[in-house]
């Protein structure tokens, strides 16, 4: 009889998550459309939704047409039923967090600053607690995004800018906060705002990042891409040059070896090196600037920088698409405000990839910016919320 108990439990949890589901993607939906769309006969589906209202996740809202006979009564998420907190680490120490409703409206946010890795644990806890007003009811879950590679219980292994190692801030903040923890490459986490951002239908996309860094993200039919042995996504280390310089990972002739901020820099300084007054005003942290700023029809020099870092990063994405054949790749860089690099990155991928059979792919620039992490890490843990929290109603009787 217990097994029966606990299987009978199980599914009404499954189909709790389902009905959930269903709402949340349809935005307004009655019983009666529940009931078709899922298969369950009408009094399993009216059972289901009242206990849904009585979570306060669900919520009663006017009625649709009528079909003959009563207009139906529709239902509605209830924005308010539960928060979503989300931090972002960056990799110079930067901290921001978020405490969003489950429509992704803002509820409050903070930021801090830590230096060593022995900072990061009590710096959080402050934040969390203040921004959650000390209190965790109604909280669906914390989403961790963090800098560098993250083990699947939520460690650090190893952040290299900020030379942190074996940091477990996961496990940690999971035994001060009784609620869902969920810790990714921050990255990855942008990958899946990107997606969310634009409603993707195919739920499938290769986020790239060119900064400072190159980092890369993975969605493949709305999971995030998850590597063995804690590497993913690592695009910016694909080799593509054996015989290149030396990467800080310690190989050579990496992506990033080549297009970073500090190898186009380098790159930058070897070509003007006969025109030292303009020279100064350049650096690593503003050369996309100035090169995005320059007029490359006038400038052969700035044309041929442009169209070598466009090559390159064509090299990286034709690789991966060689490989998995998504058709959405988005790319978050100031390098995308120039029509230089815009125009011979989509050519040179268009023409050297391989012909798939079905359909074509599109290169896109970002479209939220620096924003993408946050507003990611939300919408990873709404999605885990609504499809998979599997949670029981005996929680809340
Ligand atoms: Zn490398």
Known sequence: MQGERANNTWVKSQNLNLVLNLIWESSLVSRAEISKKTGLSRSTV???????????VIEETGSGDSIGGRRPILLQIKPEG???????????????AIVEDLLGNALNQSSAFVTEAGELLPTLKVMINDLLENDLERVACIVLALPGIISGDGRILSA????????????????????????????????????????LESRNLIYLRIGSAVGAGIVTYNQLH???????????HMVIDIKGKLCKCGRRGCLETKVSRAAVYQTVK????????????????????WLVGQ????????????????????????????VIGTDSIVIQSKLCDSKTFWQVLNETVA?????????????????????????????????????????SIEDYE
């Not at 009216?46 to 306060?56: A, F, P």
């Not at 931090?87 to 120490?93: A, F, I, L, N, P």
């Not at 998850?226 to 910016?236: D, N, W, Y």
Request: glycine fraction near 12%.
């Open 46 to 56: 009216s059972q289901l939704v009242s206990d849904l209202i009585q979570t306060g």
């Open 351 to 391: 023409n050297e990839v391989l012909p798939f059979a079905q359909g074509g792919f599109e290169l896109l620039r970002s479209i939220l910016g620096e924003t993408a992490i946050l507003k990611g890490a939300t919408a990873y843990g709404r999605r885990h919320f609504f499809e998979q929290s599997r949670f």
């Open 160 to 199: 290299v800018n900020l030379g942190w190692k074996d940091v477990p801030i996961g496990p940690e903040l999971a035994i001060n906060f009784a609620v869902p923890i969920f810790a990714e490459n921050a990255t990855g986490l942008a990958a899946f705002g990107e997606l969310t951002a634009r409603g």
């Open 82 to 96: 539960r928060r979503i907190c989300a931090v972002h680490v960056d990799d110079g120490g930067q901290i921001h």
């Open 226 to 236: 998850q590597g063995l042995r804690g590497s993913e996504a690592e695009i910016g």
């Open 295 to 322: 007029d490359a029809e006038e400038r052969p020099l700035v044309r041929e920088i442009l169209t070598t870092i466009a090559q390159n990063v064509a090299v990286g994405i034709i690789n991966v698409l060689n």
């Open 270 to 289: 070897d070509s003007l090196n006969s025109m030292g007054s303009e020279l100064a005003q350049i650096n690593g942290a503003n050369v996309f600037e």
